[in-house]
């Protein structure tokens, strides 16, 4: 349960739908993309979804590579080379 408690919290107030990120799956090349959807509160409801299993990561993130992946906060770090991507 702590897993879900940590997910809920956010990683830094500047990860927000449109933040540039990188996602460290691969601690040796972290994958470069944009905050497309923030999950928060589907994460903080775990009973919300009547089952137990599978999940829900709080957020949504585009790949530049064209992926799209699903993290919580401890996958992701802000992307400081990049500017912001423009939201909407």
């Known amino acids: 349960m702590s897993d879900q408690k940590s997910a809920a919290q956010p990683h830094s107030a500047d990860v927000v739908v449109g933040a540039r990120v990188r996602v460290r799956r691969d601690a040796d090349d972290p994958a470069p993309g944009v905050v497309i959807e923030d999950f928060a509160d589907l994460s903080q ?3 919300l979804l009547g089952r137990d299993w599978a999940p829900v990561h709080r957020w949504a993130v585009a790949l530049d590579d ?3 992946v699903f993290v919580d906060d401890g ?3 802000l ?3 990049s500017p912001k991507a423009a939201c909407g």
């Open 75 to 77: 996958e992701l770090d």
């Open 45 to 47: 409801s775990e009973g």
């Open 79 to 81: 992307d400081a080379e």
């Open 66 to 68: 064209g992926r799209l």
